[in-house]
């Protein structure tokens, strides 16, 4: 199979397409060819040995975390799904080897949920790491209707997703973006905020009428998690998952690592498409072997929605 993998860490020029073995079924797994494959931030970190502590890892290593697909076969006790079945889901897996910028990958079959009627394999594929990150985030701060949320990064593959998840609840969301991404952020429900703008607690009090944040998600780590602390109201609660962020007096706080979960997919993330609460929004496709280039976009930091390839 067609796989685009490292043999030793570092920058764009260590991708390799290779011809490699499809990974091995386990009797609780499935083989999933592989139509179209997210990109994430953490794929850089994987390929320049930023996750090499935190993870096992064998050379080659495939890099992708994010699969849309068809079921070409399935382990023994697999009763979910079948061979021919469309899916979708947030592989990462407990050891570095076999990621889904491939033809094929295989994960247990807990990781996948069946692929939303009406959606395109790439649409699919651009949801299930943010998705996951954006609605697991929502349910750590308990996020409810009528409540005000502030999002940093809100234009980002997981921050336009936590607005329109944020916005299906009910709450009145607000979220950080440079000002050529504030009409995108109307369009999806959200008030936008430039994370430049010397006036931006300011703002929020004119918006708010004086509230306080009672939730904060941060996808942003840094100046952004300061800005999300300044606007909380005391007893808020604000979850990162970029800085683990450090224990403030008033504040709930929290830092999150997705689970992989193709029951929250199902549950959470598949209803909400059908009914029009949820839509990826994608910048850019690539044919996979042309995914140097695509991680050189989103290596620039400022893309909107997501960048995918395609298989
Ligand atoms: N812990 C976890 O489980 C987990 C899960 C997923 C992602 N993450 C991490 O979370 C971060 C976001 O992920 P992602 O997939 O959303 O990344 P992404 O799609 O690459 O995010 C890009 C967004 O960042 C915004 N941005 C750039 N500079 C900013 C600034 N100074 N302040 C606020 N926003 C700024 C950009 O908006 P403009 O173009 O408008 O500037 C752009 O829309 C990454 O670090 C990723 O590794 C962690």
Not at 2 to 31: F, H, S, T, Y
């Amino acid at each position: 199979m067609r796989a685009i993998a490292v043999n030793e860490w570092g920058g764009r020029d260590k991708l390799e397409l290779m011809e490699l073995d499809p990974p091995p079924l386990a009797p609780d797994g499935v083989l999933l060819r592989v139509k179209a494959a997210a990109l994430n931030p953490v794929d850089v970190g994987i390929r320049e040995g930023r996750m090499a502590n935190a993870f096992p890892h064998h050379f080659p290593v495939i890099l992708g975390w994010d699969a849309a697909g068809v079921v070409e076969a399935v382990g023994a006790a697999v009763t979910w799904f079948k061979p021919g079945d469309r899916a979708y889901g947030y592989c990462r897996r407990h050891e570095l080897e076999y990621g889904t910028f491939a033809d094929f990958t295989t994960v247990p079959e807990g990781y996948l949920a069946h692929m939303p009627e009406d959606l395109t394999f790439e649409q699919a594929a651009a949801l299930p790491l943010a998705g996951l990150t954006a609605h697991q985030g929502l349910e750590i701060v308990g996020l409810r209707g009528g409540e005000y949320l502030f999002v940093t990064g809100g234009a980002g593959g997981v921050g336009h997703m936590v607005v329109q998840l944020g916005v299906a609840r009910g709450a009145r969301v607000a979220a950080t973006a440079s000002p050529a991404n504030h009409a995108f952020l109307r369009e999806l429900g959200a008030e936008p905020f430039d994370y430049h703008d010397p006036d931006l607690l300011e703002r929020w009090r004119e918006w708010t009428g004086g509230a306080g944040a009672d939730a904060a998600f941060d996808a942003y780590g840094g100046e952004s998690q300061e800005q999300a602390f300044s606007v909380m109201r005391k007893g808020g609660r604000l979850v990162s998952i970029r800085t683990p962020p450090e224990p403030r007096a008033g504040v709930e706080t929290r830092y999150e690592f997705v689970r992989p979960s193709g029951y929250d997919l199902g549950e959470h993330i598949t209803p909400l498409i059908a009914e029009g609460g949820l839509a990826p929004h994608i910048q850019q496709t690539w044919p996979l072997e042309a995914a140097a280039e695509a991680m050189e976009v989103l290596e620039g930091g400022h893309v909107r929605g997501k960048l995918v390839l395609t298989l």
